[in-house]
Nanobody
C-alpha cells in the first residue's frame, strides 16, 4: 500500500519560514520523481517545485530563491524548505510521487500552509 504523508504545515507570519516533509512508504522511493504542488481556494492545483530521481530541480518563478526542494533517498522523504513566505503562498500543499513512463502517480493528503499576520 502506497502512502505519502505530509507534515510541517501551519500558520506563519509573512517573512517567516516553514519546512514541509513528505514521508513515502510502499514504493521504491529512489526511482520516483517527486514534487510539491499547492492549491489555493478557487484556484487550480499548481506545481511548486520538483526534484527528479537523479537530483535536478525546478521551481515556479514565484518561489525561486525562496523555496528549496530536497530529497533523502535513505529516509524515503522529500522536503520543501520555504523561506520569506508571503500571503500568496497560502494554500494546501500536496506531495506527489510520479514515474511517468509507467503511469505511476501517487498523492499525499495535503497539509495547510497559511501565511498571515
Amino acid at each position: 500500500q502506497v502512502q505519502l504523508v505530509e507534515s510541517g504545515g501551519g500558520l506563519v507570519q509573512p517573512g517567516g519560514s516553514l519546512r514541509l516533509s513528505c514521508a513515502a512508504s510502499g514504493i521504491i522511493f529512489n526511482i520516483y520523481d517527486m514534487g510539491w504542488y499547492r492549491q489555493a481556494p478557487g484556484k487550480q492545483r499548481e506545481l511548486v517545485a520538483a526534484i527528479s530521481r537523479g537530483g535536478p530541480t525546478n521551481y515556479i518563478d514565484s518561489v525561486k530563491g525562496r523555496f528549496t526542494i530536497s530529497r533523502d533517498n535513505v529516509k524515503n522523504t522529500v522536503y520543501l524548505q520555504m523561506n520569506s513566505l508571503k500571503p500568496e503562498d497560502t494554500a494546501v500543499y500536496y506531495c506527489n510521487a510520479r514515474r511517468t513512463i509507467y503511469r505511476w502517480d501517487y498523492w499525499g493528503q495535503g497539509t495547510q500552509v497559511t501565511v498571515s499576520s
